[in-house]
């Protein structure tokens, strides 16, 4: 289960054997929902292009969080404002009637975001990421025993675990080099040697591995992301940490968890032998890590436990930041060789990659009939033209070389130019208005993922939701942005032939029948 999602099957990984199997086995049907939400403000062609790749690929309909909401100049940035985000998202998170605890709720920036897999990957990898996490994590804490105390309480190292993935970033920011979110954070779980014998040491952060927090793309069950998204807009409304963003706040919650991880790990090994002792040594001395949990620990016992780890191998998120050099669009028809931009880097060599099987087995990316007989967007031999022979196989995938991964989103957080010179590059660029006439006429289905059933329980195809429960279709949103977006030269979309009018029960009321 551990290499179904890799693309090189030379690697091994220690989440392989009898826990994953037993967590995998008994996995039973379940009757919950998949939700998808994008904090965004107001519609652009970059929101579309977000919104576009999320219908092709068949995710849920999407709900815009703020959209429609003016915020002050002083509290904004861009299309969306930092303390905003948050409270939105809480808000939604607690009053949709439609999202339960034991949900799963994907959020990502609205803005510089494309999907690129089916969520059906996504939520598979998701589950062999939180497989990986359990051994790793009681690999790392078995030392301690059953109980530690920690400021006075005691605490189940056991608790230890990871339900929440947010994206990885090779850059530390905004915070300060000095605070927990840099200094207290795990390793990668890459090979120190990703990148050659310069890992780790460039100081433009190109051939570092990725180790901090990045805000703009999670998953996680609802219930975590409530209590994660609460502590967040506290920090933001009563103790003024959110003037910097949501980028900074997010980032200073994983490193007070990873402070208090370590302090847990520290106070154990000095106390060995003396569980309950009231006295215990804090050294200052130093800096990294060390330092950083040592002034951190200074704290008055809190809970600081939010189950939170990231995508390091960038199986579910792509964040650019000094990675675009990482990636090459890559086709998967035959044994793949390493491009020599790969090679230029000195990475350990890898002579080739395979596609992995759970892309090959998720739903392929074109489909095999025309949709219903809808006459909303109806069939057209000359408009809707889409291949019929090609797979994940003979399709250009954006492959992350170092990490043997083709994740299954790409966050251009950085470098905002890519959005432009790498849209035409999306493997369903091409045929991007015939997929999404064809997702329109076509009858919507739950995810399944092995024994698990995720369903969608609002409805709404090619379009999105507002956080106000007022449902918008893509002419509403994206109207206007059609060249941006598909870049195909037909003009305004639903008026490809000339204008057409149809009432509720699909009967034409103006312009005429056949035409391209």
């Not at 301690?144 to 920011?173: E, I, M, P």
């Not at 600081?304 to 000094?322: A, P, R, V």
């Not at 977006?485 to 204008?499: H, N, Q, Y």
């Not at 009018?501 to 391209?516: A, D, H, P, R």
Request: hydrophobic share 30%.
């Amino acid at each position: 289960m551990s290499e179904a999602y890799r693309i090189s099957s030379s690697r091994s990984s220690d989440a392989a054997g009898t826990d994953g199997d037993t967590l995998a086995n008994t996995r039973e049907i379940v009757d919950r929902s998949f939700h998808l939400l994008i904090p965004a403000s107001e519609a652009t062609p970059d929101l579309c292009k977000t919104l576009l790749s999320a219908n092709l690929l068949k995710y849920p309909p999407p709900i815009l969080v703020n959209y429609g909401k003016i915020f002050d100049h002083a509290d904004s940035n861009n299309n969306g404002s930092h303390t905003g985000k948050l409270r939105g998202v809480l808000d939604h998170l607690h009053n949709d009637r439609q999202i339960h605890d034991e949900d799963i709720v994907l959020i990502v920036d609205g803005y510089d975001v494309w999907f690129q897999l089916p969520p059906e990957v996504m939520i598979e990898r998701y589950y062999g990421l939180l497989r990986e996490a359990k051994v790793r994590l009681e690999k790392e804490y078995r030392t301690l025993g059953d109980k530690v105390l920690v400021h006075n309480r005691t605490a189940r190292t056991s608790f230890y675990s990871q339900t929440v993935v947010y994206g990885a970033d090779k850059a530390c920011w905004p915070n300060q080099p000095e605070d927990s979110a840099c200094a207290a954070v795990p390793t990668s779980t890459l090979s120190k040697h990703v990148y050659g014998p310069r890992t780790d040491k460039d100081s433009s952060d190109y051939l570092v591995r990725p180790r901090y927090l990045n805000s703009g793309s999670v998953i996680g069950p609802a219930s975590d992301l409530r209590v994660i998204y609460k502590y967040a807009v506290d920090k933001v409304e009563n103790e003024n940490r959110g003037v910097i963003g949501d980028q900074f706040v997010l980032s200073e919650i994983f490193g007070e968890q990873e402070t208090q991880r370590k302090e847990t790990l520290r106070l154990a090994r000095r106390t060995v032998n003396s569980w309950f002792s009231r006295r215990t040594t804090r050294s200052t001395d130093g800096g990294g890590e060390d330092a950083a949990v040592a002034r951190e620990s200074s704290y008055s016992y809190r809970d600081y436990e939010f189950n939170i780890g990231l995508d390091y191998e960038s199986l579910l998120f792509q964040t650019m930041t000094h990675s675009h050099e990482d990636l090459e669009f890559l086709f998967y028809n035959e044994a793949t060789p390493v491009p020599a931009s790969q090679k230029n880097k000195s990475a350990p060599p890898r002579h080739h990659l395979v596609l992995p099987p759970d892309i090959q087995e998720s739903t392929p990316p074109f489909p095999s009939n025309r949709g219903t007989t809808s006459p909303v967007h109806a069939f057209s031999p000359n408009l809707d033209i889409l291949p019929s022979d090609l797979s994940w196989s003979n399709i250009p995938l954006a492959t992350n070389l170092y990490a043997s991964s083709i994740p299954a989103l790409l966050h251009f957080n950085g470098e905002k130019s890519y959005l432009n010179t790498w849209w035409p590059r999306m493997w369903y660029h091409q045929y991007a208005r015939a997929l999404l006439r064809q997702h329109m006429r076509t009858p919507q289905r739950p995810i399944v993922v092995g024994n698990e059933v995720w369903w969608d329980r609002r409805g709404g195809k090619g379009g999105a939701w507002t956080d106000k429960g007022r449902w918008m279709d893509w002419e509403e949103v994206c109207g206007g942005f059609e060249e941006q977006v598909f870049g195909d030269g037909l003009g305004t979309w639903g008026k490809e032939w000339g204008r057409k009018v149809y009432n509720g029960f699909g009967k034409l009321l103006i312009g005429e029948e056949g035409g391209l």
